[in-house]
Every structure is written in C-alpha cells, then in structure tokens.
C-alpha cells in the first residue's frame, strides 16, 4: 500500500525559507515511474498546482513560484522535499504531496495534508 505522509513546520515567519518533506512507503521515488508533487490550497480557494519531481529527477516548477522555489529529494529516505522562499501571508495554506503515474491525469495518492502559516 502506498502512502505519503507530509512533514514540517506549521509556522513560518514572513520572509523565511518553508521546507515540507514527503515521506513515501510502499513505492520507490526513483524507479516506479511516477510523478512526486506538491499541491496547496489557500484558505477559501481552490487547489493549486506548486510543482514535482519526475522519478528521474527532473523538476518541474508553476511559473509563479520557480523564481523562489525547488525540489529536492533523498533517495535513500524515499522522500521528496519543497522548499520555498521569501515566504509571505500568501502562502498560508494546506499542502499536500501526491502521486501521478507519468503521463497520468488522475493523483493516486494523496497525503493528509499539512496546514502551514505564514505570519510574525
């Protein structure tokens, strides 16, 4: 069974890096082709897409955030980490991390979520 749990801070200060790690079991990051991403949702809005990583390890980034953000991942812990900078109160949301099998549409899984917020 595979499953992805988020790990990380619930609070962060205003122009502070914000690190979440995705821990996954049950399924390789590196070998099972699939593509490890982030999602947020800001309070009262809809799901927005924040980036990933393909299992080979090519990133991608939404345009509005590659210029402060990256993916990293750990290949030995079978996670993924987002980093992202310069945060502000417009980050405040619930993130998750997910899976899609590469050239999929549809995420086959989902962590729970974990709620972070921006503020001093």
């Known amino acids: 069974q595979v499953q992805l749990r988020e790990s990380g801070p619930g609070l962060v200060k205003p122009s502070q890096t914000l690190s979440l790690t995705c821990i996954v079991s049950?399924?390789?990051?590196?070998?099972?082709?699939?593509?490890w991403t982030w999602i947020r949702r800001p309070p009262g809005k809809g799901l927005e897409w924040i980036g990933g990583?393909?299992?080979?390890?090519?990133?991608f980034y939404s345009p509005s955030l590659e210029n402060r953000m990256s993916i990293s991942r750990d290949p030995s812990k079978n996670q993924f980490t987002l980093h992202l900078n310069s945060v502000t109160p417009e980050d405040t949301a619930v993130y998750y991390c997910?899976?899609?099998?590469?050239?999929?549409?549809?995420?086959?899984?989902w962590g729970q979520g974990t709620r972070v917020t921006v503020s001093s």
């Open positions: 990583i393909l299992y080979t390890g090519n990133t």
């Open positions: 997910a899976e899609r099998t590469q050239g999929g549409t549809d995420y086959n899984y």
């Open positions: 049950g399924e390789s990051i590196t070998t099972t082709p699939s593509y």
